[in-house]
């Protein structure tokens, strides 16, 4: 029950950071779709521009690809929470000055994993999916009345989760599949304020709640061979089918301070996420330097979703990442998975580049940046730590849109101890 005890008190010590920190970060485009679709998997990969579809661990986890999780180390679980920090600085005509910046920190990944049996692993753990977070001023004619235009004012929050359960298993030596159950749940909130003063002579407020769930499967592959005893190649694929995410939805409408409706049930809805998928490779030479490279794809197109001025388009993402592992040899330590040396520290890079899935005035919207990673693993505790910068831009100034240059800084603990073990008795 020791082990039970302290992933119990981590995850609680994690859900009370979590209820304490708000999100305050904006994204005007977040108003779209599910809002701000989540490009990267909070785990080791993060320096690397999230380029891990190929990559796994006998000490982290790489949460893009299920398949890895098999690759721990046998007799030992890890514990890892994530936080993050994210300031924005948009540029463009619709932007004022007073409303240029906007930072967020949050308590982004909670996430265990353990190896079951030597060809098993297993990973549980709560990641964000998307975000919705906007607020913008604009004007709204009146029915029967052209010469009357309120002023408008929109305030959008909320954003999807995924609670995932994984499973990989070794098919033989080289070969690894997996597979993960994920439950995107979460709400999706607009408030809209009227300036109804010369009708009504107050305000009219409308609040509409948008409430998604449903489960999303992803599968998994992992190839791990080596060219020589010092280069070893390793290939990764995954792929999630189209997912119908069930939609409640509800209304408010408060005119001054008198409600007219509360919470009125709209009836039930949907929406659907495409089938996507995602292929990489890299390269290891002598457990030090590392070469990966990824590209994802989503299929938005067939799911014709159109709108005032925008549409849902095909996605794409490319990356390549760089990794510099220092290693020190640990005479002794021959039964670990990483042989006779314990890893110091690593260094990491990367660069990506992508076409987001929405298309406004023509102007399919496109993020590019770099990252940069370090992490040290202490000898003397259990504890491992994880820091990563993204520096990006999201958007653009054509067509009177604006563009998000943003830079993020992620913090990674991990916990790692011996996982359950059968104790030998003695009589």
Not at 60 to 88: C, W
Not at 125 to 142: A, E, H, M, Q, R
Not at 223 to 230: A, F, L, R, T, V
Not at 303 to 308: C, K, P, S, V
Request: proline share 2%; net charge positive; glycine share 10%.
């Amino acid at each position: 029950m020791k082990q039970v005890s302290k992933i119990f008190f981590c995850a609680l010590l994690a859900g009370v950071a979590n209820k304490s920190i708000g999100q305050t970060n904006a994204s005007p485009y977040s108003v779209i779709g599910i809002g701000d679709i989540e490009s990267g998997s909070l785990d080791r990969s993060a320096g690397m521009a999230n380029t891990g579809v190929s990559l796994s661990s006998f000490r982290f986890m790489y949460h893009s690809n299920p398949a890895s999780y098999v690759k721990l180390q046998d007799k030992f679980f890890a514990f890892e929470m994530t936080g993050r920090f994210k300031a924005v600085n948009y540029v463009g005509k619709p932007i004022a000055s007073t409303t240029g910046t906007s930072t967020d920190l949050q308590v982004a990944k909670l996430a265990v994993a353990a190896k079951v049996k030597p060809w098993w692993g297993a990973s549980i753990g709560l990641l964000p999916y998307s975000s919705s977070n906007y607020s913008f001023l604009t004007t709204k004619g009146v029915v029967g009345d052209l010469q009357y235009n309120m002023g408008a004012y929109y305030k959008g929050s909320g954003g999807l989760n995924k609670a995932y359960f994984a499973n990989a298993f070794q098919v033989n030596k080289n070969l690894a599949v997996g597979v993960e159950a994920g439950y995107i749940f979460g709400n999706m909130q607009q408030v809209e304020t009227l300036d109804a003063s010369e009708l009504t002579g107050s305000t009219i407020s409308t609040t509409s709640d948008r409430y998604m769930r449903n489960v999303l499967f992803k599968g998994g592959l992992q190839y791990n061979g080596k060219i020589s005893e010092k280069l070893k190649v390793a290939l990764g694929a995954t792929a999630s089918n189209k997912t119908r995410l069930n939609t409640t939805n509800y209304v408010t409408v408060v005119n001054g301070s008198s409600t007219v409706v509360s919470d009125k049930d709209l009836g039930d809805g949907s929406f659907y996420l495409p089938v996507s998928y995602t292929v990489g490779g890299s390269i290891n030479y002598n457990r030090k330097f590392m070469l990966a490279a990824d590209y994802q794809r989503q299929n938005w197109n067939a799911l014709n979703y159109t709108g005032l001025s925008y549409r849902l388009v095909n996605s794409d993402r490319y990356s390549i990442g760089f990794e510099y592992s220092a290693q020190q040899s640990l005479p002794g330590y021959n039964n670990t998975p990483s042989g006779l040396f314990f890893e110091k520290y690593f260094l990491q890079a990367g660069f990506f580049y992508g076409n987001s899935y929405l298309r406004m005035y023509n102007e399919q919207l496109q993020n590019f940046g770099g990252t940069i990673g370090l992490g040290m693993n202490s000898k003397k505790s259990n504890l491992s730590y994880q820091l990563s910068v993204e520096l990006g831009s999201y958007g653009t100034t054509k067509s009177n849109l604006i563009k998000q240059n943003y830079s993020t800084v992620n913090f990674t603990v991990m916990y790692r101890d011996f996982w359950f073990t059968k104790m030998k008795k003695y009589d």
